[in-house]
């Protein structure tokens, strides 16, 4: 970007979505989106099943090619980049269907996650002590550290696979902030959730947000998007419908006919 | 911790007086055959227990690093510890070449991809006569020498051998407690989150059939200079297939597991020898017996009946709302 | 080399027959990969074990377990027997090598295939003998002649049953209740469950249709090659190999993939080398990995995220 214009610049956003458009055989799941996160908010993409969220999330993160249109991230242009290079980048995610690597324990999950912020290679494995030893201290402390800001340490050692939904939920989470992302995405985080979890999950995003990590969130329920979103974008049929601040949004008439009338009256 | 460094010394102080106590030929042999398939079944603990990628092709490779070290040392007249180094660098290098074009595919690829290359592996191993001499097989390879030392009998080379045993098992415990082996166990657990969380998976499933190769490049070279005779039916797909077998028995993400596995299965057809040569009917109903009942194998087994004797109270589940809630 | 129209027509048949074997397998294949997410390793199995009965039936005498049975039942008789038993064989299978393993991934399940098809290989082998068998064949003479082409029946015959074969298959998917029932778990197993498809018989149903893919190609095969415990092995691996070339997943790149293989096998083996017939697939297959990984008919390789 050379726009000489620095308040141009400032309102350009960290993530850039220009006329994105996936196609699965004959089905288009997303037409022509257009859609910009600013940094700092918390947005919230919504709209009714199969209106194309979930597959602009996994296109963002690389796990789907897009067939047109662009992703900009912080001025990176993400199309053709390998998800595991989009993470490198400083995008991390977690998954509507939980995907924990579920036979580790809870600290190793997270520790995982610090992959893209550590270097020891397999000739480093091979010689203990020095910077390997050091390394392997500070990915471990750090990983507990994000523990304890999802209120997990006490787990720790327990298999991802034992914790109870809401808690595995919580290990995706810290396992993605491991990794340092200046944008989380987050895929229905509070699905399957009983509303206690769900309040905890709310106090939680808004301490993730004082980090000063943007977060672009999927999800269903009507009261948490309403509660903590800065900004939210409404798809349908793969295309943006309407987008605004929750308030705007809520008073909006296409996106109530898009829901039928019902399910945004919860707000 | 301490004292399981301890039990480590003393069990390998205690195999390391094998060959002063037993006398008998016949075991140091199996001693010694168990140890070099103990290389081969770590090298695919590592690909398979690890990262979780199917291989058959463990023979194939343990011939190539076989033949290959025969053939320097007989042809060329290298000396063996060279023509080790080649044989262990000539399987990875192979494995690079067949690992790249199949690991960049799903898991199934892998597993009919290296069984169709251990069939072409042995295909060539009969047909191209000028390096292999064919199914009449290699003969005269020498033994390996230090100094004034020759390593010709089982008794002495049994040392080489548990060296290199105890070498492989310390670089893949090293690999499976640091980052790259979180990284590998990670794609084994779940590969698209692995990719999300910023791993590259291709390059690690890659790397990781490079070690198994290379591993198997070892062993075979190491059985070259051992039984001095090569000959194509060694490494067979049912080769691989005994390989695979002594990993699960013993517990695929185990390299303990690993030994343990090569161990016992090369031991226990003494045991079957009523069923002459159709004991690997048994391995057959062992392998899906194990995977049903027992997916951690033996070490598995162990594992857990040892939680069960010393198991403290679990914290409690769902406690994180809770605590979400109170510092609220 | 100077160009023969004949023989190449003779083996331009003969390639045809023997596709039209790794073709069928690798039907087999795809359904169950269809069906329940997992490539069957024991495949080879569904085509040796129903020969090694068939052969037990069919000739005067055979060496079973020491000793010698002489039934030379009727081939029609022995037919019949071998299908039904082979219904059992598959409902059995399901039941052992995948059921107890239908939740565990992909792996669990592919490693119990390969230990059931260890198994049954060696079980052959202790139970009949390491001697290889010959079953009659099914037409009294060995070549006919059309033409100046020197034609073998049994091969005609092997790409005629293909083809019904398929036909039917056809019919049973597109135009029965329990073919679509078999295409919707195919494509969604959850979904399916949901509109009351009841999975878990559908799979099953599945398996059983594949051993019997297998056991046609056994029976049709056996004449042609000797029955040994490794004559299933090597066509399941060509035959998987087909389904890859053709796109795994895919019906007609199975078939079409098993006919190709078929036909440029026969041709290589005949004009480059016959030491490397058996690695011929496989250089195909490692060339389609490479340049075009989907295969003939296969959507993108790509796992759903």
């Given at each position: 970007?050379?726009?000489?214009?620095?308040?141009?610049?400032?309102?350009r956003?960290?993530?850039?979505?220009?006329?994105?458009?996936?196609?699965?055989?004959?089905?288009?799941?997303?037409?022509?989106?257009d859609?910009?996160?600013?940094?700092?908010?918390?947005?919230?993409?919504?709209g009714?099943?199969?209106?194309?969220?979930?597959?602009?999330?996994?296109?963002?993160?690389?796990?789907?090619?897009?067939?047109?249109?662009?992703?900009?991230?912080?001025?990176?242009?993400l199309?053709?980049?390998?998800?595991?290079?989009?993470a490198?980048?400083?995008?991390?995610?977690?998954?509507?269907?939980?995907?924990?690597?579920?036979?580790?324990?809870?600290?190793?999950?997270?520790?995982?996650?610090?992959?893209?912020?550590?270097?020891?290679?397999?000739?480093?494995?091979?010689?203990p002590?020095?910077?390997?030893?050091?390394?392997?201290?500070?990915?471990?402390?750090r990983?507990?550290?994000?523990l304890?800001?999802?209120r997990?340490?006490?787990?720790r050692?327990?298999?991802?696979r034992?914790?109870?939904?809401?808690?595995?939920?919580?290990?995706?989470i810290?396992?993605?902030?491991?990794?340092?992302?200046r944008?989380l995405?987050?895929?229905e985080?509070?699905?399957?959730?009983?509303?206690?979890?769900?309040?905890?999950?709310?106090?939680?995003?808004?301490?993730?947000?004082?980090?000063?990590?943007?977060?672009?969130?999927?999800?269903?329920?009507?009261?948490?998007?309403?509660?903590?979103?800065?900004?939210?974008?409404v798809?349908?049929?793969?295309?943006?419908?309407?987008?605004?601040?929750?308030?705007?949004?809520?008073?909006?008439?296409?996106?109530?006919?898009?829901?039928?009338?019902?399910?945004?009256?919860?707000? | 911790?301490?004292?399981?460094?301890?039990?480590?010394?003393v069990?390998?102080?205690?195999?390391?007086?094998?060959?002063?106590?037993?006398?008998?030929?016949?075991?140091?042999?199996?001693?010694?055959t168990?140890?070099i398939?103990?290389?081969?079944?770590?090298?695919?603990?590592?690909?398979?227990?690890?990262?979780?990628?199917?291989?058959l092709?463990?023979?194939?490779?343990?011939?190539?690093?076989?033949?290959?070290?025969?053939?320097?040392?007989?042809?060329?007249?290298?000396?063996?510890?060279p023509?080790?180094?080649?044989?262990?660098?000539?399987?990875?290098?192979?494995?690079?070449?067949?690992?790249?074009p199949?690991?960049?595919?799903?898991?199934?690829?892998l597993?009919l991809?290296t069984?169709?290359?251990?069939?072409?592996?042995?295909?060539?191993?009969?047909?191209?006569k000028?390096?292999?001499?064919?199914?009449d097989?290699?003969?005269?390879?020498?033994?390996?020498?230090?100094?004034p030392?020759t390593?010709?009998?089982?008794n002495?080379?049994?040392?080489?051998?548990?060296?290199?045993?105890?070498?492989?098992?310390?670089?893949?415990?090293r690999?499976?407690?640091?980052?790259?082996?979180?990284?590998?166990?990670?794609?084994?657990?779940?590969?698209?989150?692995?990719?999300?969380?910023?791993?590259?998976?291709?390059?690690?499933k890659?790397?990781?059939?490079v070690?198994?190769?290379a591993?198997?490049?070892?062993?075979g070279?190491?059985?070259?200079?051992?039984?001095?005779?090569?000959?194509?039916?060694?490494?067979?797909?049912d080769?691989?297939?005994?390989?695979?077998?002594?990993?699960?028995?013993?517990g695929?993400?185990s390299?303990?597991g690993?030994?343990?596995?090569?161990v016992?299965?090369?031991?226990?057809?003494?045991v079957?020898?009523?069923?002459?040569?159709?004991?690997?009917?048994?391995?057959g109903?062992?392998?899906?017996?194990?995977?049903?009942?027992?997916?951690?194998?033996?070490?598995?087994?162990?594992?857990?009946?040892?939680?069960?004797?010393?198991?403290?109270?679990?914290?409690?589940?769902?406690?994180?709302?809770?605590?979400?809630a109170?510092?609220? | 080399?100077h160009?023969?129209?004949?023989?190449?027509?003779?083996?331009l048949?003969?390639g045809?027959a023997?596709?039209s074997?790794?073709?069928l397998?690798a039907?087999?294949?795809?359904?169950?990969?269809?069906?329940?997410?997992?490539?069957?390793?024991?495949?080879?199995?569904?085509?040796?074990?129903?020969?090694?009965i068939a052969?037990t039936?069919?000739?005067?005498?055979?060496?079973?377990?020491?000793?010698?049975?002489?039934?030379?039942?009727p081939?029609?008789?022995?037919y019949?027997?071998?299908?039904?038993?082979?219904v059992g064989?598959?409902l059995?299978?399901n039941?052992?090598?995948?059921?107890p393993?239908?939740?565990?991934?992909?792996l669990?399940?592919?490693?119990?295939?390969?230990?059931?098809?260890?198994?049954?290989?060696?079980?052959?082998?202790?139970?009949?003998?390491?001697?290889?068998?010959v079953?009659?064949?099914?037409?009294?003479?060995?070549?006919?002649?059309?033409?100046?082409?020197?034609i073998?029946?049994?091969?005609?015959?092997?790409?005629?049953?293909?083809a019904?074969?398929?036909?039917?298959?056809?019919?049973?998917?597109?135009?029965?209740?329990?073919?679509?029932?078999m295409?919707?778990?195919?494509?969604?197993?959850?979904?399916?469950?949901?509109?009351?498809?009841?999975?878990?018989?559908?799979?099953?149903?599945?398996?059983?249709?594949?051993?019997?893919?297998?056991?046609?190609?056994?029976?049709?095969?056996?004449?042609?090659?000797?029955?040994?415990?490794?004559?299933?092995?090597?066509?399941?691996?060509?035959?998987?190999?087909?389904?890859?070339?053709?796109?795994?997943?895919?019906?007609?790149?199975?078939?079409?993939?098993?006919?190709?293989?078929?036909?440029?096998?026969?041709?290589?083996?005949?004009y480059?080398?016959?030491?490397?017939?058996?690695?011929?697939?496989?250089?195909?297959?490692?060339?389609?990995?490479?340049?075009?990984?989907?295969?003939?008919?296969?959507?993108?390789?790509?796992?759903?995220a």
């Open positions: 970007m050379t726009t000489p214009d620095a308040a141009a610049a400032a309102e956003g960290l993530l850039e979505i220009r006329g994105l458009v996936k196609r699965f055989g004959g089905v288009t799941a997303v037409n022509a989106l859609m910009t996160v600013r940094a700092g908010d918390v947005h919230a993409l919504i009714p099943n199969g209106s194309g969220k979930t597959t602009t999330l996994n296109v963002i993160s690389g796990l789907y090619r897009a067939d047109g249109g662009s992703v900009a991230f912080d001025g990176h242009e199309a053709g980049r390998p998800a595991h290079a989009i490198a980048l400083g995008i991390g995610r977690t998954f509507q269907n939980i995907r924990l690597f579920g036979e580790l324990s809870v600290l190793e999950n997270v520790m995982i996650g610090r992959h893209v912020r550590t270097k020891t290679g397999f000739l480093g494995a091979l010689f002590g020095g910077a390997t030893a050091r390394e392997e201290r500070a990915t471990r402390d990983a507990r550290e994000l304890a800001f999802v997990l340490d006490a787990a050692s327990q298999t991802a034992s914790l109870p939904y809401g808690d595995q939920r919580r290990v995706e810290a396992r993605a902030l491991a990794a340092e992302p944008l995405l987050l895929d985080p509070a699905a399957g959730m009983n509303p206690a979890e769900t309040d905890a999950l709310v106090v939680l995003l808004r301490r993730i947000r004082e980090l000063g990590t943007t977060l672009l969130l999927i999800e269903h329920d009507m009261n948490l998007v309403m509660t903590v979103s800065d900004r939210i974008t798809l349908n049929f793969g295309q943006h419908i309407a987008e605004g601040g929750p308030a705007e949004v809520a008073r909006n008439p296409d996106v109530i006919t898009a829901y039928l009338g019902g399910t945004l009256d919860a707000a | 911790m301490n004292r399981r460094v301890l039990a480590l010394i069990l390998i102080v205690a195999v390391a007086l094998i060959p002063a106590v037993v006398h008998s030929d016949y075991i140091l042999t199996l001693c010694v168990a140890g398939y103990a290389i081969v079944v770590m090298g695919l603990g590592i690909l398979l227990g690890f990262t979780g990628q199917m291989s092709a463990q023979a194939a490779f343990f011939g190539i690093g076989a033949y290959t070290s025969g053939w320097l040392t007989t042809h060329l007249g290298w000396p063996v510890w023509a080790m180094a080649c044989a262990m660098a000539m399987s990875a290098l192979v494995a690079l070449a067949v690992g790249y199949c690991l960049r595919l799903s898991g199934h690829y597993a991809a069984i169709g290359f251990g069939i072409i592996a042995q295909l060539v191993l009969i047909n191209w000028d390096v292999t001499n064919g199914s097989g290699m003969t005269g390879i020498p033994a390996p020498v230090i100094g030392w390593f010709e009998h089982y002495s080379y049994f040392y080489i051998v548990l060296v290199a045993v105890l070498a492989c098992a310390y670089v893949a415990w690999i499976k407690t640091t980052r790259v082996g979180r990284a590998l166990e990670a794609i084994r657990e779940n590969e698209i989150a692995a990719r999300a969380t910023g791993i590259d998976a291709t390059r690690y890659i790397i990781a059939f070690f198994a190769g591993y198997a490049g070892l062993a070279s190491l059985l070259a200079h051992t039984t001095k005779f090569l000959s194509p039916d060694s490494y067979s797909f080769q691989s297939v005994v390989f695979l077998v002594m990993l699960i028995v013993g695929s993400s390299i303990g690993a030994i343990l596995g090569a016992l299965l090369e031991f226990l057809p003494e079957l020898r009523p069923l002459k040569s159709s004991y690997i009917m048994v391995y109903a062992a392998v899906v017996v194990m995977i049903i009942f027992m997916p951690r194998g033996l070490v598995g087994l162990f594992e857990s009946l040892r939680a069960r004797w010393r198991r403290g109270a679990p914290p409690p589940l769902g406690a994180a709302a809770a605590a979400e109170e510092a609220a | 080399m160009f023969d129209p004949v023989a190449n027509l003779q083996l048949v003969s045809l023997i596709g074997i790794y073709a397998v039907l087999g294949f795809v359904l169950i990969y269809n069906a329940v997410g997992v490539v069957n390793f024991a495949q080879g199995e569904f085509v040796m074990f129903p020969a090694y052969a039936f069919a000739l005067p005498a055979v060496a079973v377990f020491g000793g010698v049975v002489h039934w030379q039942l081939l029609i008789a022995v019949l027997l071998v299908i039904v038993l082979m064989f598959g059995l299978f039941r052992i090598a995948y059921y393993l239908r939740d565990r991934g992909w669990p399940v592919v490693i119990s295939t390969i230990g059931v098809s260890i198994f049954l290989r060696n079980l052959v082998q202790l139970t009949w003998g390491s001697q290889p068998l079953l009659p064949p099914l037409f009294p003479v060995d070549t006919i002649a059309v033409g100046a082409l020197h073998r029946p049994q091969d005609l015959a092997i790409i005629g049953v293909t019904l074969l398929i036909a039917f298959q056809y019919v049973l998917f597109e135009r029965t209740t329990l073919g679509k029932q295409r919707a778990t195919a494509q969604d197993r959850t979904t399916a469950r949901l509109i009351g498809i009841r999975v878990g018989r559908i799979v099953a149903i599945t398996f059983v249709y594949s051993a019997l893919l297998g056991t046609v190609s056994g029976l049709l095969v056996a004449p042609l090659f000797t029955v040994t415990k490794e004559m299933g092995a090597l066509i399941a691996l060509k035959a998987f190999a087909a389904s890859i070339v053709g796109g795994f997943g895919s019906i007609p790149g199975a078939i079409i993939g098993g006919l190709t293989i078929g036909v440029i096998e026969t041709f290589g083996g005949f480059v080398s016959s030491a490397y017939v058996d690695a011929i697939a496989f250089v195909i297959l490692i060339g389609v990995l490479l340049v075009r990984p989907s295969g003939l008919f296969g959507e993108r390789v790509a796992e759903k």
